[in-house]
């Protein structure tokens, strides 16, 4: 059974840092590319963060870029999303997502369409 847990989720003063953290269990992540997207309350889910296969490639929103780092450790079959310099309308549900992407392993990807797994979610709560 392939299951995404995420977690490291919480409530944070206003430029502080949370580290998420996403653990695959079921299957491996070695040929699987990797995302974060997050849901705030009466929006749509938008993509945050993604990294390919190879774990050289990443992307990342506009409006995140340079406050949060995505990352990847095979080894332990888990991705990572750093915040730092958080902002209160980082609030939001945070998902992890990941796909088959054996053929090509410097492609990352911005739909959550294209992701076939998710996790249930974890909150981010960025208030003073």
């Known amino acids: 059974q392939v299951l995404l847990v995420e977690s490291g989720g919480g409530l944070v003063h206003p430029g502080g840092s949370l580290r998420l953290s996403c653990a695959a269990s079921?299957?491996?992540?070695?040929?699987?590319?990797l995302g974060w997207f997050r849901q705030a309350p009466g929006k749509e889910r938008e993509a945050v963060s993604g990294i390919s296969v190879t774990g050289t490639n990443t992307y990342y929103a506009d409006a995140v870029r340079g406050r949060f780092t995505i990352s990847r450790d095979n080894a332990k079959n888990t991705v990572y999303l750093q915040m730092d310099s958080l902002k209160p309308e980082d609030t939001a549900v945070y998902y992890c997502?990941?796909?088959?992407?054996?053929?090509?392993?410097?492609?990352?990807?911005?739909?959550?369409?294209?992701?076939?797994?998710w996790g249930q979610g974890t909150q981010v709560t960025v208030s003073s």
């Open positions: 997502a990941t796909r088959k992407s054996f053929y090509c392993r410097p492609c990352y990807y911005t739909d959550a369409d294209q992701y076939d797994y």
């Open positions: 079921g299957f491996t992540l070695e040929y699987f590319a």
